[in-house]
Protein backbone atom coordinates (compact mmCIF):
# COMPACT_ATOMS: atom_id res chain seq x y z
CA UNK A 1 0.00 0.00 0.00
CA UNK A 2 0.91 3.29 0.23
CA UNK A 3 3.47 4.92 3.13
CA UNK A 4 5.35 7.76 3.70
CA UNK A 5 8.49 7.10 5.06
CA UNK A 6 11.10 8.88 7.21
CA UNK A 7 15.11 8.53 5.73
CA UNK A 8 16.79 9.01 10.07
CA UNK A 9 14.71 7.91 13.28
CA UNK A 10 16.87 10.22 15.15
CA UNK A 11 18.54 13.10 15.01
CA UNK A 12 21.24 15.03 17.17
CA UNK A 13 22.06 18.57 16.63
CA UNK A 14 24.02 21.01 18.22
CA UNK A 15 21.76 24.31 19.33
CA UNK A 16 22.06 26.88 16.99
CA UNK A 17 22.86 24.34 13.93
CA UNK A 18 20.84 24.14 11.21
CA UNK A 19 18.57 20.86 11.26
CA UNK A 20 17.17 19.11 8.45
CA UNK A 21 14.15 16.07 8.28
CA UNK A 22 13.73 14.13 5.68
CA UNK A 23 10.79 12.43 4.34
CA UNK A 24 10.13 10.28 1.30
CA UNK A 25 6.61 9.56 0.29
CA UNK A 26 5.17 6.93 -2.15
CA UNK A 27 2.08 8.07 -3.44
CA UNK A 28 2.75 10.30 -6.47
CA UNK A 29 -1.32 10.95 -6.06
CA UNK A 30 -0.67 13.25 -2.74
CA UNK A 31 -1.42 16.77 -3.56
CA UNK A 32 -0.89 18.62 0.19
CA UNK A 33 2.04 17.51 2.56
CA UNK A 34 2.14 18.24 6.28
CA UNK A 35 4.90 18.54 8.80
CA UNK A 36 3.94 18.35 12.42
CA UNK A 37 6.09 18.71 15.60
CA UNK A 38 5.06 16.28 18.81
CA UNK A 39 6.25 17.00 22.01
CA UNK A 40 6.11 14.62 25.01
CA UNK A 41 2.74 14.38 26.59
CA UNK A 42 1.46 16.52 23.58
CA UNK A 43 -0.83 16.08 20.44
CA UNK A 44 1.15 16.77 17.14
CA UNK A 45 1.09 20.43 16.65
CA UNK A 46 0.78 21.95 12.90
CA UNK A 47 4.26 23.48 11.64
CA UNK A 48 3.91 24.27 7.77
CA UNK A 49 2.43 22.53 4.72
CA UNK A 50 2.95 22.82 1.05
CA UNK A 51 0.82 22.11 -1.72
CA UNK A 52 2.06 19.93 -4.82
CA UNK A 53 1.95 22.90 -7.21
CA UNK A 54 5.19 24.45 -5.19
CA UNK A 55 8.82 23.26 -4.31
CA UNK A 56 9.59 25.49 -1.36
CA UNK A 57 7.40 27.48 1.55
CA UNK A 58 9.16 28.93 4.12
CA UNK A 59 7.83 30.34 7.22
CA UNK A 60 9.71 31.10 11.05
CA UNK A 61 12.93 29.21 11.14
CA UNK A 62 11.12 26.22 8.99
CA UNK A 63 11.38 26.00 5.02
CA UNK A 64 9.56 22.43 3.67
CA UNK A 65 11.08 21.61 0.12
CA UNK A 66 9.63 19.22 -1.73
CA UNK A 67 10.73 17.38 -4.78
CA UNK A 68 8.41 15.79 -6.55
CA UNK A 69 10.75 13.88 -8.53
CA UNK A 70 11.90 11.93 -6.40
CA UNK A 71 9.06 12.41 -3.90
CA UNK A 72 11.16 13.60 -1.69
CA UNK A 73 10.02 16.07 1.09
CA UNK A 74 12.16 17.54 3.82
CA UNK A 75 12.09 20.25 6.56
CA UNK A 76 14.52 22.40 7.44
CA UNK A 77 14.97 24.53 10.95
CA UNK A 78 17.35 27.27 10.96
CA UNK A 79 19.40 28.44 14.30
CA UNK A 80 18.08 25.01 16.16
CA UNK A 81 16.78 25.86 19.55
CA UNK A 82 16.48 23.76 22.61
CA UNK A 83 12.69 24.12 22.13
CA UNK A 84 12.94 22.23 19.09
CA UNK A 85 13.47 19.41 20.08
CA UNK A 86 10.44 16.47 19.69
CA UNK A 87 9.14 14.29 17.23
CA UNK A 88 8.66 15.33 13.75
CA UNK A 89 6.56 13.78 11.37
CA UNK A 90 5.66 14.16 7.64
CA UNK A 91 2.45 13.36 6.54
CA UNK A 92 0.83 13.42 3.04
CA UNK A 93 -3.00 14.16 1.98
CA UNK A 94 -4.23 11.40 -1.07
CA UNK A 95 -7.85 11.23 0.21
CA UNK A 96 -6.42 10.96 3.62
CA UNK A 97 -3.93 11.66 5.82
CA UNK A 98 -1.06 9.19 6.28
CA UNK A 99 1.81 9.72 8.46
CA UNK A 100 5.20 8.87 8.36
CA UNK A 101 6.88 7.14 11.22
CA UNK A 102 8.67 10.04 12.93
CA UNK A 103 12.06 11.47 13.85
CA UNK A 104 12.88 12.35 16.90
CA UNK A 105 15.66 15.45 17.32
CA UNK A 106 17.63 16.22 20.17
CA UNK A 107 19.32 19.55 20.20
CA UNK A 108 22.17 19.77 22.60
CA UNK A 109 22.93 23.03 24.47
CA UNK B 1 -6.50 27.34 13.88
CA UNK B 2 -9.30 25.27 15.71
CA UNK B 3 -8.91 24.86 19.80
CA UNK B 4 -9.24 21.14 20.29
CA UNK B 5 -9.83 19.51 24.00
CA UNK B 6 -10.16 16.09 25.04
CA UNK B 7 -11.24 14.53 28.35
CA UNK B 8 -9.99 12.08 29.77
CA UNK B 9 -6.23 13.36 29.54
CA UNK B 10 -5.73 9.98 30.92
CA UNK B 11 -6.60 7.02 32.17
CA UNK B 12 -5.54 3.82 33.85
CA UNK B 13 -8.73 0.89 32.97
CA UNK B 14 -8.85 -2.84 33.89
CA UNK B 15 -9.34 -5.37 30.88
CA UNK B 16 -12.99 -6.12 30.07
CA UNK B 17 -14.31 -2.49 30.44
CA UNK B 18 -14.73 0.07 28.18
CA UNK B 19 -14.26 4.09 28.55
CA UNK B 20 -15.24 6.60 26.17
CA UNK B 21 -13.40 9.74 25.06
CA UNK B 22 -14.79 13.18 24.24
CA UNK B 23 -13.53 15.61 22.09
CA UNK B 24 -14.88 18.75 21.75
CA UNK B 25 -13.95 22.08 19.12
CA UNK B 26 -14.37 25.43 19.48
CA UNK B 27 -15.92 25.92 16.57
CA UNK B 28 -18.24 23.97 13.86
CA UNK B 29 -16.04 21.80 11.60
CA UNK B 30 -17.37 18.69 9.37
CA UNK B 31 -15.07 16.54 9.21
CA UNK B 32 -13.76 15.19 12.52
CA UNK B 33 -11.40 12.23 12.64
CA UNK B 34 -9.53 9.36 15.28
CA UNK B 35 -6.17 8.23 15.49
CA UNK B 36 -4.23 5.67 17.88
CA UNK B 37 -0.61 6.15 18.61
CA UNK B 38 1.05 3.20 20.26
CA UNK B 39 3.75 3.88 22.07
CA UNK B 40 6.68 4.71 20.11
CA UNK B 41 5.29 4.98 17.00
CA UNK B 42 3.15 6.82 14.38
CA UNK B 43 -0.43 8.06 14.03
CA UNK B 44 -2.62 5.85 12.79
CA UNK B 45 -6.49 6.76 11.27
CA UNK B 46 -8.91 4.79 13.10
CA UNK B 47 -12.17 6.49 11.63
CA UNK B 48 -13.38 9.47 10.06
CA UNK B 49 -16.53 10.94 11.91
CA UNK B 50 -19.30 13.13 9.91
CA UNK B 51 -22.14 14.81 11.88
CA UNK B 52 -25.40 13.17 10.71
CA UNK B 53 -23.97 9.75 9.48
CA UNK B 54 -22.25 6.54 10.83
CA UNK B 55 -18.26 6.78 10.89
CA UNK B 56 -16.25 5.48 8.09
CA UNK B 57 -14.19 2.77 9.59
CA UNK B 58 -9.99 1.87 8.32
CA UNK B 59 -8.75 -1.44 7.81
CA UNK B 60 -8.12 -3.35 10.75
CA UNK B 61 -10.81 -1.09 13.07
CA UNK B 62 -14.48 -1.95 13.44
CA UNK B 63 -17.43 0.12 14.88
CA UNK B 64 -18.30 -3.35 17.69
CA UNK B 65 -14.92 -2.50 19.39
CA UNK B 66 -14.36 1.28 18.80
CA UNK B 67 -18.29 2.68 18.63
CA UNK B 68 -18.14 6.57 18.04
CA UNK B 69 -20.96 9.13 17.77
CA UNK B 70 -21.01 12.55 16.12
CA UNK B 71 -24.21 14.28 17.57
CA UNK B 72 -23.23 17.97 16.19
CA UNK B 73 -20.62 19.96 14.51
CA UNK B 74 -18.11 20.57 17.56
CA UNK B 75 -18.40 16.97 19.48
CA UNK B 76 -17.42 13.51 19.11
CA UNK B 77 -17.02 10.51 21.30
CA UNK B 78 -14.71 7.29 20.56
CA UNK B 79 -15.27 3.99 23.00
CA UNK B 80 -12.76 2.23 23.45
CA UNK B 81 -15.03 -1.37 24.25
CA UNK B 82 -13.65 -4.30 26.11
CA UNK B 83 -10.18 -3.12 26.34
CA UNK B 84 -7.00 -5.38 26.48
CA UNK B 85 -3.73 -4.41 27.55
CA UNK B 86 -2.76 -4.47 23.52
CA UNK B 87 -5.61 -0.85 23.81
CA UNK B 88 -2.83 0.77 25.75
CA UNK B 89 -2.23 3.70 22.79
CA UNK B 90 -2.85 7.70 23.07
CA UNK B 91 -6.13 8.00 21.17
CA UNK B 92 -5.87 11.64 19.41
CA UNK B 93 -8.91 13.72 18.02
CA UNK B 94 -8.77 15.53 14.92
CA UNK B 95 -10.76 18.02 12.83
CA UNK B 96 -9.88 19.60 8.89
CA UNK B 97 -9.96 23.71 9.34
CA UNK B 98 -9.41 25.23 6.67
CA UNK B 99 -8.00 23.11 4.27
CA UNK B 100 -5.32 21.64 7.08
CA UNK B 101 -6.19 18.96 10.03
CA UNK B 102 -5.26 19.92 13.34
CA UNK B 103 -5.24 17.52 16.49
CA UNK B 104 -6.57 17.92 20.05
CA UNK B 105 -3.45 16.67 22.96
CA UNK B 106 -4.61 13.23 23.29
CA UNK B 107 -5.91 10.76 25.60
CA UNK B 108 -3.30 8.58 27.60
CA UNK B 109 -5.02 5.23 28.32
CA UNK B 110 -3.31 2.34 30.07
CA UNK B 111 -5.08 -0.90 30.30
CA UNK B 112 -3.90 -3.42 33.19
Known amino acids: GESVGLHLPTLSVQEGDNSIINCAYSNSASDYFIWYKQESGKGPQFIID?????DKRQGQRVTVLLNKTVKHLSLQIAATQPGDSAVYFCAEMGGKLIFGQGTELSVKP | SAVISQKPSRDICQRGTSLTIQCQVDSQVTMMFWYRQQPGQSLTLIATANQGSEATYESGFVIDKFPISRPNLTFSTLTVSNMSPEDSSIYLC?????????FGPGTRLTVL
Open chain 1, 50 to 54: IRSNM
Open chain 2, 94 to 102: SVESLDTQY
